[in-house]
């Protein structure tokens, strides 16, 4: 029963970073139609930047907004000088210019940083928190998935209930009707990436103190962020959170529970996931099957 | 010094390389209804996109005396321009209301927003109770009345309307002219209406053109027009 608890605990915690992920990808998708696979290099360089400020003895929570600002700065000028030239290229080009954003990200900062492994700062305290039935889980899991909710809440909050929010959802699905009521959409989009590298920041700040920092720190972690966002459905922010925290934990039950999984295939299970879902139910869980008249 | 709202002259536009206006000239005065008819194919819609920027064109349009040709689309509408799509163009993903919130984006004064809201309900009250519906599952009038509404909500100086009877039955396609009719008389909002349906739109506006391959065959007085038969049966097919 504690196993269970603190592989729960566990499986939230991975399960809000691989959510805050998949939230990034999925506004990005339904924005263009097209899936940044720079997402976990952009955020593994945002907490690169935050380990800067920290070290130059910034204090925790500064450096942490400091960075959720350069980031989405930074994401509006991906946006601007990157993405917008090649707009209207073909698909296959457009992907290429995502993989080379990737491949940039990662080596400019093995280049600027070095590849050794650095310890990370958590901003909770170290000691463990009890919970019920006398478990103790880290005060980090529990700290990452109360910063991922109340970052899913921000977010939720402003598309559902703002003028902004509103304008950059029709943007999103149909950016002709939007030219007619004014709105401008290319703002909207630099805005929309702007806010998916802050989120992607805040992902890469939270599981730094886990998984320890280095420049390949994300590359595994952005293909369980894509399971989840298939799972719960690519074209559905809120099913892409779910759909995060669902792998997070199945992740963690599968490597505790099933024998022959462990540590070594944990990964394997999101491959899985991804295949089985793309099989089976392509809208993911709670995604809606779109029908096109031919 | 003109009482035109929307002057157009020597309107050529094209789609890529292919031509399909070729030198228009047309009018809506201050407060009027100008009807633009003809056949399939005349070019109708593509007069309407060009008012709004949406497609590339050569030529004078000045929107109440000031040159808008070559200016983006957002930037028309907020000067007043409200264009209602063939197609509706409604925000299909989001609910009744967030369509007609929408319509208002541009508007420095939020005061108004919430009464308009309600005005708009009350001309249309199959909207109002649908607010929160998802505007995709809403009838072909439903979601005309909405493309209007949000129209509305801009409030507009000039609404361009395409084809608003397309698809529709009789009774609602009247209910619909009547409603525009009043808003014209009642806001002082000057029409353009793009219309295949001849009758319904002679019946309605002031003025008319009507378009041939891209060019503008006959134009007059609404009522002239209607009464000569020849030019009905040889023109609108009538």
Known sequence: MDLLIQQLVAGLATGGIYASLALSLVMIYQATGLINFAQGEMAMFSTYIAWTLVNAGMPYWPAFFLTVGCSFVGGILIERLVIRPVENAPMLSIVIVFIGLLVVFNSVAGWIWTHTIKPFPSPFPDQPLELIAGTAVPMHAVGVVVVTLAVMALLYFFFRFTPLGLAMRAAAQNPVSSRLVGIRVGRMLALGWGLAAS???????????????????????????????????????????????????????????????GNELKLTVALVIIVLVVLVRPAGLFGKVSVTRV | MTDALFEVRSLHASYGSTEVLFGLDFTLDHGGITGILGANGAGKTTTLRSLCGM????????????????????????????????????????????????????????????????????????LANRRKQQAGTLSGGEQQMLALGRALMLKPRAMLLDEPSFGLAPLIVEEMFRIV???????????????????????????????????????????????????RRSYLGY
Do not use: C
């Open chain 1, 199 to 261: 989120v992607g920041a805040v992902a890469g700040m939270m599981v730094a103190p886990i998984v320890f920092l280095d420049p390949g720190m994300m590359s595994g972690i952005l293909l369980y962020g894509f399971a989840g966002a298939l799972l719960g459905g690519i074209g559905n922010p809120g099913g892409a959170v779910l759909g995060g925290f669902m792998v997070g934990v199945m992740e963690n039950l599968v490597g505790t529970y099933v024998p022959f999984v």
């Open chain 2, 55 to 126: 497609v590339k064109t050569r030529g004078q349009i000045r929107f109440d005396g000031r040159r808008i040709d070559g200016m983006a689309t957002e930037d028309i509408v907020r000067l007043g321009v409200a264009h209602v799509p063939d197609g509706r163009g409604t925000f299909t993903g989001l609910s009744v209301e967030e369509n007609l919130r929408l319509g208002a984006y541009t508007r420095k004064y939020r005061q108004g927003v919430a009464r308009d809201l309600a005005e708009v309900y009350d001309h249309f009250p199959p």
């Open chain 2, 181 to 231: 009719g009043l808003i014209n008389k009642e806001q002082g909002v000057s029409l353009l209406l793009v219309e295949q349906n001849a009758s319904l739109a002679l019946d309605l506006a002031d003025r008319a053109y009507v378009l041939e391959t891209g060019r503008v065959v006959l134009s007059g007085p609404a009522q002239q027009i209607k009464g000569d038969a020849k030019v």
